[in-house]
């Protein structure tokens, strides 16, 4: 009698074998009559022409969704870089700070859907009131670590500088991220908060964001010149 090793490895080279020779079965038809494959839920397949069919069907099946969530992430990627394309083309247009901030924080909640944001910088920022100066600490819990120059995900922020840049709204808030603006006239960002534990998760990505920050940042920058 063999052994549980030994009947794993036989078990193993009967399935190489009948991988190795797909056809094998179609003509041994005394031992297609004597195999059977056993129930393993409810409608499973008895037969192993019917559980054949079921696993193409399943393969399909996942196929399709894998399909149906590329082509997802293709209009999604599409549309989102249509609305980069639309605020680069605003921001060259516009004639002052107010208007430039204006375009962006339109662009951000209209066009990118963004849920909540807050406007921060080390130092007031001429002309723009709307930007919260934030202590060098709080700078750099909000960073936590990241280049001041570079995007980031997944940050967290403690309850009381949430309810400093957000108010009521901060405690709803689920996910962070940054979008810098650093340049020769301005060291500040953009806080962006959602409800959706994801959207500004850890591993979500940065690269639009960073995008963004260089758009942004160059508008800025351009109408803070000194005359």
Known sequence: ??????????????????????????????????????????????????RQAQVLRDENSRLQQRIAALLGAAQQNAALGLHL???????????DCPATMNTVLTRLHEGFQVEALALIARTPVSGLPQFTVLEEADFLEILDGSP????????????SLRSTLFAAEGAALES??????VGQHIQAGIVLGSQNPERYAKDAG?????????????????CLTPC
């Open 206 to 222: 940065a690269d639009l964001l960073n995008q963004i920050a260089r758009l942004v940042t160059a508008a800025l920058d351009r």
């Open 85 to 95: 394309s639309d605020l680069a083309t605003e921001l060259l247009n516009t004639p």
């Open 1 to 50: 009698m063999a052994t549980a090793p030994e009947h794993d490895a036989q078990a193993e080279q009967v399935r190489q074998y009948l991988l190795e020779h797909p056809q094998y079965l179609w003509d041994q038809e005394d031992l297609l009559l004597s195999l059977t494959l056993p129930h393993v839920g409810r409608g499973s397949a008895s037969s192993l022409l019917e």
């Open 148 to 159: 001041p120059t570079q995007a980031a995900t997944g940050l967290s922020i403690n309850p």
């Open 176 to 181: 962070f991220a940054l979008i810098p603006l």
